[in-house]
């Protein structure tokens, strides 16, 4: 009966910190070939939010499988992606900081 209620507070805890994540996931990085990664450094400015767009477009035509973008800071940022994807060769990502905070995040797609 014990294991139960340790199994039940884990899968609780898990569920809430997926919540509170702002990371972006998307498709699968497995059994798949990073193809392009960069980072996203913006200064914040106060009392503003940062908004700004990472494009990717692949120039050999490859078919997008996963995109990750992680808030390295682990801020109230967000990241949403806008355009194209899995299933497409290009994407668009929108990044938005929380109010007075600057952005940063590692971005990566998977092929």
């Not at 967000?78 to 952005?103: D, M």
Request: glycine share 8%.
């Amino acid at each position: 009966m014990r294991s139960i209620y340790l199994l039940m507070s884990i899968l609780a805890l898990t569920c809430i910190s997926c919540c509170w994540a702002r990371d972006l996931i998307v498709g699968t990085s497995y059994n798949t070939r990073l193809t392009w990664q960069t980072r996203a450094d913006y200064m914040g400015i106060p009392f503003k939010k940062r908004v700004k767009e990472v494009f990717y477009s692949d120039p050999g035509q490859q078919i997008i499988r996963g995109i990750i973008a992680r808030d390295i800071d682990h801020t109230d940022a967000s990241a949403t992606l806008t355009a194209g994807g899995v299933g497409f060769t290009y994407a668009n990502i929108r990044l938005k900081s929380a109010r007075g905070n600057g952005l940063h995040y590692q971005i990566e797609i998977y092929v």
